[in-house]
């Protein structure tokens, strides 16, 4: 098996968002992480689940070392993406896969949407390391210049990895609550305090925030620093790992919580920037979980749609049954989407740091939309595909109780689906960013409509006292989410047609739409190319020319 192969929309997707050199030049790659997903990766990652990481604390002689020993399968795992596809480095340096320059994000991307299909633990460090990188590029390269070479090597001796040790007991959301203490020294500065959440704890490159003197409260008084995990002398810096959260899921990968003891430390940028500079990482992370999100509902829809044709009941496959294609339908399209969203936003992300100024505004409001719609909607894509396979799905020989387990992290790491949606509020206060999204994809119109009714609306949240503007904005970030999506399939079937002639990617749109207007919905040529939709292949732009047929 390939995943990339067996994916339906990713191929024709790329074809679409990638300039030709870019496609050819990631096509071998497809291929090869495809493959490795599908087979060595994949059992890799089992053995990482079932064997998770644990704590050092001490050597045999008594000294403090706070070492993490991972099994053998982690390491392997980490070497496909680290080393041989550099999956954390491609951002920032070029040479990387053989690309000339910097590798594009969408690419990076789509090739992590690949590797994650089967290891969703180690996305969490991989993200981690490229945006230590990024944040040291944009706001110190300089005097991070060595820590950037070492966080963007895929050499084995010298590649390092990164974290971000943000949250605290008393304020996990509410960063303005952060206690640790930065005391300024000669040279460097020391940090005093407790993390609670820290993945990835024996990195060697640690972001945080501590609480500057003198510089004010709540967030503007949190500066950033770098925490090395070795002192420049070559000792073990004052970081003491308490203990290893045993976690739901992500098992794969170590998370703990971490005290410093005046560990040694240097500020990143400008100390009065620290919380804002933090925020451009966080807003990366939260793609990058976006991304993990449609990965694991890629994986959970073609699990559910291989085993529905091989399960017989009552003398017919499963995958033929009628309320089963109504079942599978919405997780179908629903996947689709997400991948046309995430792809998007990267692009986006690559036109900003490009200095496209309206990229980057939209991008910055795409962002919380897709992690707050794509991570909750991987919630109920992976549990219905571990109800589809029946009890078998709940036993951990198979990978749904897994891709469960690993969902529900998605909606909480990097802010919960309230916290994020909260973001969009103020996306929208700031910067009409409704109004941004309006008049980049209103002008189809296929969704012009739905976009006038979308403006309407956030104008009218925003007319409403305060408490109620929060309210209402969980529900309608979704809508907004979601006529994204719908915009982008129909670009997507416009394109498709005019290059191949072929209905499928029209079909899946129109088919969002109707379900979008009616859940309850279930159009005919749906139904009748519904292989199509499963698994791929061409549908005859002939047969979807009546609008009304998908209104049945």
């Not at 109004?435 to 409509?449: S, V, W």
Request: aromatic letters at 6%; hydrophobic letters at 40%.
């Amino acid at each position: 098996m390939n995943y990339a192969d067996r994916d339906p929309a990713l191929r024709p997707l790329l074809d679409r968002v990638l300039s030709a050199e870019d496609r050819g030049r990631i096509e071998p790659h497809l291929v090869e992480l495809g493959e490795l997903a599908a087979g060595e990766l994949d059992r890799h990652a089992a053995l990482a689940d079932a064997n998770p990481p644990h704590l050092v604390p001490y050597a045999p002689d008594g000294t403090r070392i706070d070492e993490i020993a991972f099994h053998p399968a982690h390491d392997r795992a980490a070497a496909i993406a680290y080393e041989r596809f550099g999956l954390a480095a491609m951002s920032h340096r070029p040479g990387v896969l053989g690309w000339p320059t910097k590798v594009p994000h969408t690419v990076k991307y789509a090739l992590s949407y690949l590797y994650v299909q089967s290891e969703f633990g180690m996305a969490c460090p991989l993200s981690m390391t490229d945006s230590a990188a990024r944040i040291l590029r944009l706001f110190d390269p300089e005097r991070y210049a060595a820590e950037i070479a070492a966080l963007s090597s895929t050499d084995p001796e010298l590649r390092a990895t990164g974290a971000m040790f943000m949250t605290e007991k008393q304020g996990g959301t509410d960063v303005g609550l952060t206690e640790t203490v930065a005391t300024e020294h000669h040279d460097h500065w020391t940090l005093t305090g407790k993390k609670w959440f820290a993945s990835n704890p024996s990195a060697d490159v640690i972001l945080t925030l501590a609480r500057v003197p003198g510089q004010g409260e709540g967030t503007r008084g949190l500066g950033m620093f770098l925490v090395p995990r070795l002192r420049p002398d070559g000792t073990r810096n004052a970081i003491r790992i308490d203990r290893l959260k045993d976690k739901l899921g992500s098992k794969s990968i170590a998370s703990g919580e971490v005290t410093l003891e005046e560990a040694y430390a240097t500020p990143v940028g400008q100390l009065a920037n620290g919380f804002r500079q933090m925020a451009e990482m966080l807003n990366v992370s939260r793609l990058s979980n976006a991304m993990r999100a449609t990965a694991l509902m890629r994986r959970a829809v073609r699990e559910s749609v291989d085993h529905t044709r091989v399960r017989n009941v009552f003398g017919k496959p499963l995958f033929d049954q009628p309320l089963m294609r109504a079942t599978l339908l919405p997780m179908i399209l629903d996947t689709e989407a997400a991948l046309h969203l995430v792809l998007e936003a990267a692009a986006r992300l690559t036109a900003a740091d490009e200095g496209d100024a309206a990229a980057r505004a939209l991008v910055r409001v795409l962002t919380p939309l897709a992690k707050h719609t794509l991570c909750k909607r991987a919630r109920t894509v992976t549990g219905e595909a571990m109800e589809i396979r029946g009890g078998n799905g709940y036993i951990e020989d198979w990978v749904n109780p897994r891709l469960v387990r690993d969902a529900h992290l998605g909606s909480i790491w990097e802010g919960s689906s309230n916290v994020i949606a909260l973001d969009v509020l103020r996306c929208m206060r700031r910067q009409n960013a409704h109004h941004t999204l309006a008049d980049t994809y209103g002008d189809r119109p296929a969704t012009a409509d739905r976009w006038d009714l979308l403006r309407k609306k956030g104008d009218a949240i925003l007319q409403l006292p305060q408490d109620e503007q929060e309210m209402r904005i969980g529900r309608y970030a979704g809508e907004l989410t979601r006529a994204v999506m719908e915009t982008l399939l129909y670009e997507q079937a416009e394109h498709e047609a005019r290059t191949s002639g072929d209905g499928r990617a029209l079909l899946v749109a129109r088919t969002y739409t109707a379900l979008a207007d009616d859940p309850d919905a279930l159009p005919r040529p749906a139904l009748d190319h519904f292989a199509a939709l499963a698994d791929g292949g061409p549908v005859p732009l002939a047969e979807l020319s009546s609008e009304e047929a998908h209104r049945a």
